[in-house]
Structures are given as structure tokens and as C-alpha cells.
């Protein structure tokens, strides 16, 4: 393809997904896909490989795709619209989640004595609490075999994977801000108008 055309081309897809995003029900989400739109193309700009360029188009009308379709309300794609945007899914929820995860608290020892890689998972105090009042436990139920005891090594193994369960599945807190702004789009205080 043409560097003129295909120049061409990604600026009527930007130019879509902006408008498409305009056209979004929710301002809070239709903010969200402009400044992730604007972000994406200016971030890829200047990029020469031909097989990224190639998988970045075809991730741009992916998204177009999903937007129109949120935009005649396919409830699947406004859901996971909605998801990206309130932090439920994604960049955003990462970025909700990382002061919690980060914040500093002792590192546990290893199970076994000298291999630093049997330690279970570190958890802060701010997490722990996160987990539990999503009602979570912060440790699985460790099998307990018949014949003889459970290896050090697989109940670390045992513990991190049940950490790494409870990290996909566990929601970020909303900020009081976006947390009014729910609020008032779910019909808080529209009861005590009437």
C-alpha cells in the first residue's frame, strides 16, 4: 500500500473512532475513547514496522467495530465499553489497583530455606482488606494428601496461584468523584425529588 493512501486511510479510521466515540451515551466513557483514540494513534505515529502497523489497523477497526456497535446498544459491547472506562477491565483497572499492590509492607519468608521463589505472594495491608470485603479468601484450602505430606514447592505454587486468581477477579476502588458520578447516573436522589 501507498504511504499516501495508507496515510489516508488511518485518518479516516482516527477520524471514525472519534466520531463514533462522540456519539457514545455516557460522557464519562465518551472522554475515556477520545483521550484513549488520541493517545493510541499518536503513540504509533511514527512506527515502521510493517507487521505491527498492519496488527495496530486491524486493532483500531476492531475497535470502530465495537463502538458502532455499542452505539445501536449491543449490550455485550457496552458493557465492555463501560468495563474500560469505570476501571473494571483493562489499562484503567491496572492503574486503580497498582498504588494498592505497591504500597510497602514486609516480605514474607520462602517455604523452603533458600530458594527465594517458594515465598508467597506479598500482599499489603490496603490489599488484604480489598480482597476480604470482596468477600475472597486470602488463602486457598491446601489439599491435604493421604500418604504423605504436601511438598514445600507446590504449596507455594498452590498459594500463588490462588493470589493470581484473586488479582483477576478483584475490583479496584472507585475514587469519590467518579464514584458520585455512578451514582447519579444510576437515579440517587431522584426519589426524594418526587
Known amino acids: 500500500m501507498d504511504k499516501a493512501i495508507r496515510k489516508r486511510h488511518i485518518l479516516s479510521l482516527y477520524r471514525s ?24 494513534f499518536r503513540e504509533y505515529k511514527e512506527e515502521t514496522n510493517e507487521t505491527r502497523i498492519k496488527y495496530k489497523l486491524i486493532e483500531a477497526k476492531q475497535s470502530l467495530n465495537r463502538l ?16 474500560f472506562a469505570y476501571g473494571r477491565r483493562g489499562q484503567m483497572r491496572h492503574k486503580l489497583l497498582k498504588p494498592i499492590i505497591d504500597e510497602p509492607s514486609p516480605a514474607p519468608k520462602p517455604i523452603v530455606k533458600g530458594y527465594p521463589r517458594t515465598a508467597p505472594p506479598r500482599m499489603s495491608p490496603s490489599l488484604k482488606t480489598l480482597i476480604t470485603t470482596q ?30 486468581k484473586n488479582m483477576r477477579t478483584v475490583m479496584p476502588p472507585v475514587d ?11 437515579g440517587k436522589g431522584i426519589l426524594t425529588q418526587i
Open 135 to 164: 468477600g475472597k479468601s486470602l488463602y486457598p484450602v491446601l489439599p491435604v494428601p493421604p500418604h504423605k505430606p504436601l511438598y514445600p514447592s507446590r504449596k507455594a505454587n498452590l498459594l500463588w496461584w490462588h493470589y493470581s
Open 68 to 83: 458502532k456497535r455499542a452505539n445501536i446498544f449491543d449490550p455485550k459491547s457496552v458493557k465492555r465499553i463501560l468495563e
Open 17 to 40: 473512532i472519534l466520531r463514533e466515540s462522540s456519539r457514545f451515551f455516557d460522557d464519562y466513557a465518551k472522554q475515556f475513547l477520545k483521550k484513549r483514540a488520541r493517545k493510541r
Open 176 to 186: 469519590d468523584k467518579l464514584f458520585e458520578e455512578i451514582e447519579k447516573k444510576a
